[in-house]
């Protein structure tokens, strides 16, 4: 199901070993572009009352 990445269970869905390695991936990208985007904006404003994400 939806390209191998989920399976139903009798509780619902789960992600299978692939879902859940993608899963990682885009998690990781995530949070990565959001990490970097808060260090570079910290270090021109040590506290900045709000940072816009997108």
Known sequence: MFTGLIR?????YELTEKGTYKYHLV?????HQYIDKTWRISKQEPWPDKIKLY
């Open 8 to 12: 139903r269970t009798k509780e619902g």
């Open 27 to 31: 998690e990781q990208a995530y949070t």
